[in-house]
């Protein structure tokens, strides 16, 4: 779930909205990828980079722990 909400941010952050159609619906981690990132389309790419460091010092935070 981390590791799909990061790749979303990140991707929501680099290159804007999905917009690419899922082709291969067989191919099941792609399908929860694509899904992640298109839940998350009402972001500006902005907010989505704020939201990838936030995740990344949380993360960091804990690991310290």
Do not use: C
């Not at 290159?15 to 690419?20: E, F, K, P």
């Not at 619906?25 to 694509?34: H, I």
């Amino acid at each position: 779930d981390v590791q799909l909400r990061l790749y979303a941010l990140y991707k929501q952050s680099t290159l804007g909205r999905a917009t690419h159609r899922f082709v291969y619906p067989q191919d099941l981690r792609n399908a929860f990828k694509m899904n992640a990132w298109i839940q998350i389309n009402h972001l500006s790419q902005d907010e989505a980079k704020e939201q990838y460091i936030q995740a990344i010092m949380e993360l960091a935070q804990k690991k310290s722990k």
